[in-house]
């Protein structure tokens, strides 16, 4: 059975915002669209490591806030000409909660 963490409320997400969670395998953005979807990629831009979660969310991706490549949140590759991905977190909304994959992130969490 896959064990779920819960990082926060659904509510402290806003649209088109996101959030950076500490993991002991790293940072992680969880992200949420205009459209009310929520996303979790490794919160590391495949360019130089930008902070993801600091750009701009747009439709179902985020512009890097260094050098503007666009990130899918979805694959966690980066579209146009750049090349590189960043790794995917599977994330789910249970009720108001927001649950990361802990078998993605390890086993503890610190928010
Ligand atoms: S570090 Fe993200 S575009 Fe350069």
Redesign the pocket.
């Known amino acids: 059975m896959s064990i779920w963490i819960d990082i926060g409320a659904l509510d402290d997400l806003p649209l088109r915002g996101s959030r950076c969670v500490q993991t002991p395998t790293g940072k992680i953005g969880v992200f949420r669209t205009a459209d009310d979807r929520i996303f979790a990629i490794r919160n590391e831009?495949p360019?130089?490591?930008?902070p993801l979660t600091e750009g701009i969310v747009h439709g179902h991706s985020v512009t890097?806030p260094?050098?503007?490549?666009v990130i899918s949140l979805e694959t966690g590759a980066a579209q146009g000409a750049d090349e590189g991905a960043v790794e995917t977190i599977p994330v789910r909304v249970e009720g108001t909660r927001v649950l990361l994959l802990r078998s993605a992130i390890g086993a503890r969490v610190a928010a």
Do not use: R, S, T
């Not at 360019?47 to 930008?50: D, P, S, W």
């Not at 260094?66 to 490549?69: D, R």
């Open positions: 831009c360019h130089k490591g930008g890097c260094l050098h503007n490549w």
